[in-house]
């Protein structure tokens, strides 16, 4: 049985055709196409009849501002771009390295037919990988290269090819987990290898890797402890030694550097992170690392080293499932064209621009945001405080980046959460951080400052009461 209050708003409730023809609506239709307006006007009756409606007039009203609403709402794209202001400038959960224009560009143009797969000079088949290779060899003084989806992938494919149905020597110093599931000893028994531990938590030998080669042994595998760090009575084995160890028993080497950065961090100021060029130089055998890492490109996982091992991987039937597209390839290649000119390295590549950007230059920004911000947020106390950024996505969490940050501190815990959730609700989402009772934005990775100021004005915060 329909209550008494459904049976008395079903008379007041417009009809669907009734409804589109009120001008705002015909104009949404233009915009939206009839299809969605029919869904959500009927969407919008059916919770109107649930509700208390005094009369016709506003039972239209509130069902043309619901459907609106819901049409808005469906019509916001899912992945959206943000501002990060979370002082962590490769974000794993914020997309990680942004992307210079030149590879934006070059992403577009490929969008359309390329010769992703096609030799332009032979005019037969080609290989997709090559249009990263030759520039990833003379980048790193490496023999040959090869691209996949990620650096996780890129460990699978080298351990599964090198070593399938044998044993993989790491230290137990080194058998670390990445966030978003990566660990060392799954990987190695997802490519079907089986992990040989030596050595202790913070101490392994050579003897130790010595001791434990044996007709079982597919690979040596040396990990960079990328998020963590051991400190105190220490010992590891170089990559030099450990090539040595390998050769000497016709074993290869591979070594996962994680980020791996193509320049000298320490010539920027930064705190230095081992290089695949430092590898390859110390003989090992296969480095893998991350695209939109350090490097600052697009998500991949690069693996460079010696030739006839890197043709053993290419063919591979995994390459094929592991392969990256031409997006990837074409943004790849962009940012590592940049490299080939160093000395502006540093103002055209967007991760490393932020790297670099001094605390003294970050203060005057957030010093300029402190004036502009104020105005829409007159019962927040702002100010602009000292901070430390991070690298992120695995690099040294202990070698911080001295910064400065806009710190919003609303009158209570509440106003917070709502404050948060009003940057959160802008057009282009603002991500900060909490600490001790106040909403921090470092301005590290904020570029377009004007952008950030123009959209302050439609942020929706009540600074009082509850
Ligand atoms: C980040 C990282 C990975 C995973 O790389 P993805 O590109 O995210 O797959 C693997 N190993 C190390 C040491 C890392 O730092």
Do not use: W
Request: proline fraction near 5%.
């Amino acid at each position: 049985m329909p209550s008494p209050l459904m049976r008395q708003n079903a008379a007041l409730l417009p009809s669907v055709d009734a409804l589109l023809r009120r001008p705002m609506l015909r104009d949404a239709v233009r915009e939206h196409g009839r299809t969605a307006m029919v869904r959500a006007l009927r969407q919008a009756l059916v919770q109107l009849r649930h509700a208390e409606v005094p009369d016709r007039q506003t039972a239209a009203e509130l069902a043309e501002q619901a459907a609106l609403a819901e049409l808005a709402r469906q019509a916001l794209p899912s992945l959206r771009p943000v501002f990060n202001l979370t002082g962590t400038v490769l974000h794993t959960n914020l997309g990680r390295a942004p992307l210079p224009p030149e590879a934006i560009a070059a992403i577009a143009a490929a969008a359309d037919a390329c010769n992703l797969e096609y030799d332009l000079d032979k005019g037969e088949r080609g290989e997709r990988d090559d249009h990263v290779a030759a520039l990833l060899c003379r980048l790193t003084g490496a023999e040959a290269a090869l691209v996949v989806n990620n650096n996780a992938a890129a460990v699978l494919l080298a351990l599964n090819t090198l070593a399938e149905g044998r044993e993989v020597i790491v230290s137990r110093g080194e058998l670390i987990e990445i966030g978003g599931a990566f660990r060392i000893p799954d990987i190695i028994s997802r490519a079907q290898c089986r992990l040989r531990e030596v050595g202790t938590t913070n101490r392994t030998h050579a003897f130790d890797y010595d001791n434990a080669i044996g007709a079982q042994t597919g690979a040596l595998l040396k990990v960079h402890k990328a998020n963590y760090v051991i400190q105190g009575f220490t010992a590891e084995v170089t990559e030099g030694d450990l090539a040595a160890i390998a050769h000497g028993k016709d074993l290869p080497l591979v070594v996962d550097l994680g980020s791996g950065s193509l320049v000298d961090l320490a010539s920027y100021g930064l705190p230095h992170e081992p290089t695949p060029m430092e590898a390859i130089a110390a003989g090992v055998d296969l480095v893998t690392f991350s695209g939109d890492k350090l490097l600052g490109g697009p998500q991949a996982g690069l693996i460079v080293g010696r030739a006839a091992l890197v043709a053993r991987l290419r063919r591979n039937p995994l390459k094929r499932a592991l392969r990256v597209d031409k997006f990837t390839l074409a943004a790849l290649e962009a940012v590592l064209r940049l490299y080939a000119d160093p000395d502006r390295l540093a103002r055209r590549l967007p991760t490393l621009r932020r790297l670099v950007r001094t605390a003294a230059d970050i203060r005057t920004c957030a010093e300029r945001l402190a004036q502009a911000i104020c105005i829409p947020l007159k019962t927040v106390q702002v100010t602009v405080v000292a901070v430390s950024s991070q690298i992120g996505s695995g690099s040294r969490p202990i070698d911080l980046l001295p910064s400065h940050a806009l710190s919003l501190r609303p009158r209570s815990e509440a106003a917070l959460v709502r404050l948060v959730r009003a940057f959160r609700a802008l057009p282009v989402p603002v991500i900060g951080r909490l600490h001790d009772g106040a909403l921090l934005f470092d301005v590290r990775c904020l570029e377009d400052e004007a952008a950030f100021v123009a959209q302050l004005a439609q942020l929706e915060f009540a600074g009082s009461g509850g």
